[in-house]
């Protein structure tokens, strides 16, 4: 199977992330049905990729050199399958990961979909980047918006699906975090860049949620947390219902005004599932599934934080570390021991960081739908919520397990320290956050190109 021009019109906008452009199916052929096709995208301000898609560098080849088909992947699509295959399958359940396959997309396919899509995406998408009209291919996987074949009672024929980015769900505690950041081991990396965010107007509240309820096995607190998201999802938080997107940012804006809580309070409503019952449902997913422990297991592979893994960075590429440039001779000696490091270290150092950056950006996808008295799909877990006296089929999936490219480290590294230096100076009081003459440059214009 290929997709050619004349295809594009069965696909229609899904949604879309920083780096990939989500398409629905709307045609008729039988295999295609229930699916979405995600498309590499490229900044407008990159020219296309040269070979239609970015490979691995030399010094990524050697980060990777224990997966073989990772790193003789002649794409990056390709190599984006074999990351999830071969490293997060197995450090997260495999029955929560969808592969997808790769279809073969001609440029007049690509070149189609663009032109069709681009007035239906938020126009800071449309300025920040465009469909790479070079890839050769796409990844075709299940429309994990929606959740077939369970039987359901006949009175509410409906599913719905929550997406949530849950972000990073534990506090660091590295000793390489320097006295003066010790605020990162006390406040939430997301509650803090929630303050940057706010400044640079890319959000217009700063959200209550915190990913240490999410992620903290307790019912209660996982409520909270789902409550906080409904609340501001920001992107954060999405819901769907029958596939289509009825409360949340279409393409991941990242205001409030997108949200629309009255519309999706009717529908759920609608189906006979008051809102609150409905978000006790998500939390009782998430909770009994315990979908989110491997999660937390995959995100803190970051053991030493930034301010530690940044070194082990300049150890791999061979070149003089820019953060100890700067430091005086005693805060050296506080990093010495990590430039002394063998180099098979620095590598395992650095991948684990990388392998913890995926765990912390991807999403969560659930669906869920009502099913009749006592039947219950074999191929679906299902949950029994007392406050409806109603069973669920349920489907969890992760989204975006993407491989992060080495080359971000330093950018990892200027972020968080510009994330942490903003919310030092302007926790409190509130309303001191708009203001000017902290010093501070925009953190979009970090390059980590
Ligand atoms: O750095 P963060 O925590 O802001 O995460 C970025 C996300 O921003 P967020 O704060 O979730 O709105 C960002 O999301 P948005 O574009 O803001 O929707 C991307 O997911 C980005 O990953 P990539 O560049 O696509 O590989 C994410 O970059 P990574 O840090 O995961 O590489
Ligand atoms: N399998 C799927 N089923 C249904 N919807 C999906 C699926 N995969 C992605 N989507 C939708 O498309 C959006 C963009 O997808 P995705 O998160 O993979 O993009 P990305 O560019 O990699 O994201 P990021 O900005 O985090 O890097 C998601 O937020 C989700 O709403
Ligand atoms: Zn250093």
Not at 197 to 214: A, F, N, R, T, V
Not at 392 to 412: R, V
């Amino acid at each position: 199977m290929s997709l050619r021009g004349d295809d594009a019109k069965d696909w229609f906008y899904k949604g879309e992330g920083a780096a990939n452009l989500v398409l629905g199916y709307c045609g008729s052929s039988p295999i295609l049905i229930g699916k979405v096709l995600r498309i590499q995208k490229v900044e407008n301000r990159k020219d296309l990729s040269a070979d239609g898609c970015l490979v691995l560098s030399n010094h990524e080849k050697l980060l990777w050199e224990n997966i073989s088909e990772l790193v003789e992947s002649a794409s990056k699509d390709l190599a984006a399958r074999a990351f999830v295959q071969h490293v997060m399958s197995n450090l997260l359940n495999s029955k929560h990961i969808d592969g997808g396959i790769l279809v073969p997309v001609s440029v007049e396919f690509l070149e189609a979909v663009e032109r069709n899509i681009t007035g239906q995406r938020p126009s800071w998408r449309v300025n920040a980047s465009k469909i790479d009209t070079l890839c050769e291919s796409a990844l075709l996987i299940s429309d994990h918006s929606i959740i077939n074949g369970a039987p359901s009672a006949p009175k509410c024929n409906f599913c719905f699906a929550v997406e949530i980015k849950p972000k990073c769900g534990f506090l660091p505690s590295s000793e390489y975090i320097a006295e003066a950041n010790t605020i990162k081991k006390h406040v939430t990396r997301f509650k803090m860049h929630q303050f940057l965010k706010h400044h640079q107007g890319e959000i217009s509240e700063i959200s209550g949620y915190d990913p240490l309820d999410l992620f903290s096995g307790s019912k209660d607190r996982i409520l909270q947390a789902i409550t906080a998201l409904y609340a501001s999802p920001h992107n954060n938080f999405r819901i769907f219902m029958n596939g289509s997107l009825i409360f949340g940012a279409l393409g991941g804006s990242l205001d409030n005004t997108a949200a629309h809580s009255h519309k999706a309070e009717a529908a759920i409503a609608a189906s006979g599932i008051q809102l609150a019952s409905f978000l006790e449902l998500v939390a009782e997913v998430i909770f009994r599934s315990g979908i989110l422990g491997k999660l937390l297991e995959a995100q803190k592979l970051d053991a030493l934080d930034i301010e530690g893994a940044i070194h082990l960075y300049y150890n791999i590429i061979s070149q003089p570390c820019v953060v100890c440039k700067n430091l005086s001779d005693t805060e050296l000696r506080r990093y010495a021991d990590l430039h002394s490091l063998p180099l098979e270290k620095s590598l395992k150092i650095v991948r684990e960081y990388l392998i913890a950056a995926t765990a912390k950006d991807c999403s969560l996808m659930i669906s869920f739908r009502p099913t009749e008295d006592g039947h219950t799909a074999s191929n679906y877990d299902s949950v029994f919520l007392s406050s409806s006296n109603q069973s669920y089929n349920y489907k969890a999936y992760f989204i975006d397990l993407d491989l992060k490219p080495l080359k971000k480290m330093n950018y990892y590294y200027q972020l968080d320290q510009k994330i942490v230096n903003f919310y030092k100076i302007n926790q409190e009081p509130v309303g001191k956050l708009c203001g000017s003459g902290n010093g501070l440059s925009d953190c979009r214009n970090i390059g980590y190109q």
